[in-house]
């Protein structure tokens, strides 16, 4: 079914399909006697088999709404007598069970079930004691649900909003795995920050900012906004070395290890800090991508993000040549195929006639047509970076297979270390982080 597709592409690691309750499970846990649970599904007394057994909950839900013709729009707007558009959690619970009436029971909807059908239409989220519970945009939740049922198809605005959900999901797993930081925890740290910052920017963000930036430099580094937000001496437990080190790295979109008055404001400005940490890497990833689009290196007048690609190109088709043979898929095969002497070197000239063999190298046929994709320059490039890697591994292992190599040869040793060194995800380290070049 079209729904379950669209469920499962959102909520691929979410179980909340109902499962068939007997009465084996009626004395299993406390739950199942209603103590801790409020929702039918959650106890195990209602042995029910009926309509949409066995599916997620939102099909379920559609199955009700299909067959009793219920419009829940009407059903759960009898509860909003001020027109707010906005529910508790307690009154959504009275209005989903008002809206399926006698099927409630029968549709037998978990506490779980219950959390994520509510989540994409949350407000937001309390943090602290004191703070205004969340509320639940039921019209809209309502809308969403009646379509579902009525036309089998998801609206754009439900499809937007589990997909916001699955990315804030896939942001609270990455800042745990990388920064080891929770959701909440940097939550809090983030009003924090805004809040501090907020009461030296009298005159604006510029005024506080140039209040960090003890240096006057024009940007702030981690050191100056850990020792500003870390110079109280009860400052709060949330602010610690690992919240303030991912709120740092977000800043710094652009990983220069600077933070300028744009990124900082950039992230002051957002309204969800975990909306903003799912865009991160893809705000990272563009800021890299112009990052090397622009930076120089080598003598040749090639740009980083030229050499990377050389590299790409140049090792795929070295990897993949022939008729596929799987014996040819390994780097010992490649520098067979290299090593025509076999005395471990390759003149450069030997090199681009084997690239324009495998139609890699940029040149023009005796047809008059151009193969190939990569200028020379950029791969002479690779090849110069491949010589500091051979400086490099005689350095550290005098006299194994590195030291000077003579103009115009290429160390296939070196080569190998510099352009096929995998990363642990199937891919290649770039030659300039083999080399140590920045």
Same mark, same amino acid.
């Given at each position: 079914m079209l729904i379950k597709q669209c469920r499962d592409l959102f909520w691929p690691n979410v179980v909340s399909p109902h499962q068939k309750r007997t009465s084996a499970t009626l004395f299993a *846990?406390?739950?199942?006697?209603?103590?801790?649970?409020?929702?039918?599904?959650?106890?195990? @007394?209602?042995?029910?088999?009926? /309509?949409g057994e066995g599916e997620p909950i939102w099909d379920r839900m559609c199955f009700f709404i299909n067959k009793r013709r219920l419009d829940v729009r009407n059903l759960m707007g009898g509860f909003d007598r001020m027109k707010k558009g906005f529910f508790d959690l307690a009154t959504m619970r009275r209005a989903l069970c008002n809206a399926f009436g006698n099927q409630w029971v029968e549709l037998a909807m978990t506490q779980a079930e219950f959390n994520e059908v509510c989540e994409p239409y949350l407000t937001r989220v309390p943090l602290q004691n004191g703070e205004p519970s969340a509320m639940v945009q039921w019209r809209q939740l309502a809308q969403d649900l009646q379509m579902l049922a009525e036309t089998g198809r998801p609206t754009a605005d439900f499809l937007e909003r589990l997909a916001a959900v699955e990315a804030k999901e896939r942001a609270s797993?990455?800042?745990?795995?990388?920064?080891?930081?929770?959701m909440d925890e940097l939550k809090l740290a983030f009003e924090y920050m805004k809040q501090r910052i907020e009461m030296l920017s009298k005159r604006g963000l510029t005024d506080g900012f140039r209040r960090i930036d003890d240096d006057h430099k024009g940007s702030l580094t981690a050191e100056e906004l850990k020792r500003f937000f870390m110079e109280e001496a009860h400052?709060?437990?949330?602010?610690?070395?690992?919240? /303030?080190?991912?709120?740092? !790295?977000?800043?710094? &979109?652009?990983? !220069? $290890?600077?933070?300028? #008055? &744009?990124?900082?404001?950039?992230?002051? /400005?957002?309204?969800?800090?975990?909306?903003?940490a799912a865009l991160v890497p893809n705000k990272k990833k563009e800021a890299q991508s112009e990052k090397d689009n622009s930076m120089k290196v080598g003598s040749r007048g090639c740009t980083v993000a030229q050499v990377r690609e050389a590299?790409?190109?140049? %090792?795929?088709? &070295?990897?993949?040549?022939?008729?596929?043979?799987?014996?040819?898929?390994? @780097?010992?095969? @490649?520098?067979?195929?290299?090593?025509?002497?076999? !005395?471990?070197?390759i003149t450069r000239d030997e090199?681009?006639?084997?690239?324009?063999?495998?139609? @890699?190298?940029? *040149?023009?046929?005796?047809?008059?047509?151009?193969?190939g994709t990569i200028e020379k320059a950029a791969l002479e490039t690779m090849l110069d970076i491949v010589d500091e890697v051979a400086r490099i591994i005689e350095e550290q292992m005098p006299g194994d297979q590195g030291g000077a190599v003579a103009a115009g040869y290429l160390n296939l040793a070196a080569f190998a270390k510099g %352009?096929?060194?995998?990363?642990? #995800?199937?891919?290649?380290? $770039?030659?300039?982080?083999?080399?140590?070049?920045?």
């Amino acid at each position: 079914m079209l729904i379950k597709q669209c469920r499962d592409l959102f909520w691929p690691n979410v179980v909340s399909p109902h499962q068939k309750r007997t009465s084996a499970t009626l004395f299993a *846990h406390p739950a199942a006697m209603g103590i801790d649970t409020t929702l039918p599904g959650d106890m195990g @007394v209602f042995d029910t088999e009926g /309509l949409g057994e066995g599916e997620p909950i939102w099909d379920r839900m559609c199955f009700f709404i299909n067959k009793r013709r219920l419009d829940v729009r009407n059903l759960m707007g009898g509860f909003d007598r001020m027109k707010k558009g906005f529910f508790d959690l307690a009154t959504m619970r009275r209005a989903l069970c008002n809206a399926f009436g006698n099927q409630w029971v029968e549709l037998a909807m978990t506490q779980a079930e219950f959390n994520e059908v509510c989540e994409p239409y949350l407000t937001r989220v309390p943090l602290q004691n004191g703070e205004p519970s969340a509320m639940v945009q039921w019209r809209q939740l309502a809308q969403d649900l009646q379509m579902l049922a009525e036309t089998g198809r998801p609206t754009a605005d439900f499809l937007e909003r589990l997909a916001a959900v699955e990315a804030k999901e896939r942001a609270s797993v990455m800042l745990e795995k990388e920064y080891g930081v929770s959701m909440d925890e940097l939550k809090l740290a983030f009003e924090y920050m805004k809040q501090r910052i907020e009461m030296l920017s009298k005159r604006g963000l510029t005024d506080g900012f140039r209040r960090i930036d003890d240096d006057h430099k024009g940007s702030l580094t981690a050191e100056e906004l850990k020792r500003f937000f870390m110079e109280e001496a009860h400052c709060p437990w949330f602010i610690n070395d690992r919240t /303030l080190w991912c709120l740092c !790295d977000f800043a710094d &979109l652009n990983n !220069d $290890d600077e933070i300028g #008055f &744009l990124e900082l404001s950039q992230v002051l /400005l957002c309204q969800d800090i975990i909306q903003f940490a799912a865009l991160v890497p893809n705000k990272k990833k563009e800021a890299q991508s112009e990052k090397d689009n622009s930076m120089k290196v080598g003598s040749r007048g090639c740009t980083v993000a030229q050499v990377r690609e050389a590299q790409r190109e140049c %090792c795929n088709a &070295l990897i993949n040549r022939g008729s596929g043979d799987l014996r040819q898929n390994n @780097v010992r095969s @490649v520098l067979a195929y290299l090593d025509v002497r076999e !005395d471990g070197m390759i003149t450069r000239d030997e090199f681009f006639e084997k690239m324009k063999l495998l139609k @890699v190298l940029k *040149h023009m046929t005796s047809e008059k047509k151009v193969k190939g994709t990569i200028e020379k320059a950029a791969l002479e490039t690779m090849l110069d970076i491949v010589d500091e890697v051979a400086r490099i591994i005689e350095e550290q292992m005098p006299g194994d297979q590195g030291g000077a190599v003579a103009a115009g040869y290429l160390n296939l040793a070196a080569f190998a270390k510099g %352009c096929f060194s995998t990363d642990g #995800f199937g891919g290649f380290v $770039d030659v300039m982080t083999i080399a140590g070049i920045q």
